[in-house]
């Protein structure tokens, strides 16, 4: 997470647990400045470090949903 959070573009990073519904479910929410920023993101070594390593934790395949902004306050 450090990593991510120092990448240029990188607005928003957090990674959540519901401990009391969901205690093995981990959601995490990022947001960046633009579609170069979320490529950056996904080519970088960290990522691809992380990439690899994550199969070996998980119960089956990631879900990830890319969202379209509509309004932010």
């Known amino acids: 997470m450090v990593h991510v959070a120092k990448e240029p573009g990188t607005l928003y990073y ?3 647990v519901d401990k009391k519904k969901a205690p093995s ?3 995490i929410l990022e947001r960046y400045k633009d579609k170069a920023a979320l490529d950056a993101h996904s080519s970088a070594p960290h990522f691809k470090e992380f990439s690899a390593k994550i199969p070996s934790f998980l119960a089956g395949k990631p879900e990830i949903t890319i969202m379209e902004e509509l309004h932010s306050i």
């Open 14 to 16: 957090t990674m959540n």
């Open 25 to 27: 479910t981990i959601v």
